[in-house]
């Protein structure tokens, strides 16, 4: 049995590489004075090179709250996030800054309106990172071209704006904008979740394809059934702690936390055993849900 069913905390740094995402004991509060209350408590995780991890957990579960804190959106009030070997809790917005410029980290959202602007043609979106660390303009044209293609997409879409294309090619571009500074490690915050099934299908299995290029992802989901067969390992998130964590496939066919199991069982499709009615009812009754 892999090492790391037995600890939470999804360690992947079994290999020999240094992780390129490094959080531990992360806490995330939110209001002050007696109306805080906690999103994350004490979240362990880390993300070696070219690997996915999936995080996935229900709705309030505190998924994004991790997501933000990594993009240094939310302030941690306990806990170390090492991105590419450099501590980012204590960073300022000068740090955030050259570390956005370096292009390292990158993020996609469930929305794509929001991470592409909608004034830029899909060329000018894709070109202005690469243009940013002063990559000559005609190569930056180049390389978005290239990357267009990485997400399946004809060339004949570079010139358009956001809003003339279809929900789910706006977020192939959003995806081929966070790939473009070939970055190291790219946030995928429910990147599929609003798309149909057709969309949804094609877009992790282009995330499935990135692999190979060696970037990580932190794919980022309330269902388990987008991510089994995409990520390398799974974390499991319950009410804003990290209560499970391992290969995906033991994850699926072997779930040990009462959460996990409910998430499985609610996704018949992904096991050989489909856990019966019964079951479900007492693993509810068991979390209180
Ligand atoms: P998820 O992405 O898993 O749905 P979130 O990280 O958005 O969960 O939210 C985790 C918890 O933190 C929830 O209880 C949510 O209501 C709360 N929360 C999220 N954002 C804020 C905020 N800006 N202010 C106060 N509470 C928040
Ligand atoms: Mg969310």
């Not at 991105?83 to 960073?91: A, L, N």
Request: hydrophobic share 40%.
């Amino acid at each position: 049995m892999p090492a790391d069913r037995a600890d939470p905390s999804a360690d992947g740094s079994s290999g020999t590489a240094p992780a390129v995402l490094d959080v531990t004991g992360l806490d995330v509060r939110y209001g002050r004075g007696r109306r805080s209350h906690h999103a994350l408590r004490g979240v362990s995780l880390s993300v070696a090179p070219g690997e996915t991890l999936g995080v996935i957990g229900e709705t309030g579960s505190g998924k994004s709250t991790l997501a933000r804190a990594v993009l240094g959106l939310v302030r941690a009030s306990a806990g170390s996030i090492v991105v590419d070997g450099e501590d980012v809790r204590t960073y300022g917005s000068r740090q955030w800054r050259a570390l956005r410029r370096r292009g390292v980290l990158q993020y996609v959202f469930q929305d794509p309106l929001r991470s592409l602007d909608p004034d830029l043609t899909v060329g000018e979106s894709l070109s202005e990172p690469l243009l940013v660390q002063g990559v000559p303009r005609k190569e930056a044209a180049e390389r978005a071209r290239v990357f267009l293609g990485r997400v399946r997409l004809a060339e004949e879409l570079l010139d358009r704006l956001p809003g003339e294309l279809s929900g789910g090619q706006r977020q192939r571009v959003a995806v081929a904008r966070a790939l473009v500074t070939e970055p190291r490690l790219v946030l995928l915050d429910e990147p599929v979740s609003a798309l149909d099934s057709a969309n949804r299908v094609q877009i992790l299995e282009i995330l499935k394809e990135l692999r190979a290029t060696g970037v990580a992802l932190l794919l980022i989901s309330h269902d388990l059934g987008s991510v089994a067969g995409t990520a390398d390992r799974i974390a499991v998130l319950y009410r804003g702690e990290l209560v499970e964590s391992g290969p995906a496939r033991e994850v699926v066919n072997h779930p040990r936390h009462p959460y996990t199991r409910l998430l499985v069982s609610s996704a018949p499709t992904l096991r050989a055993d489909p856990v019966d009615r019964t079951e479900r009812e007492a693993l509810r009754a068991r979390l209180g849900a």
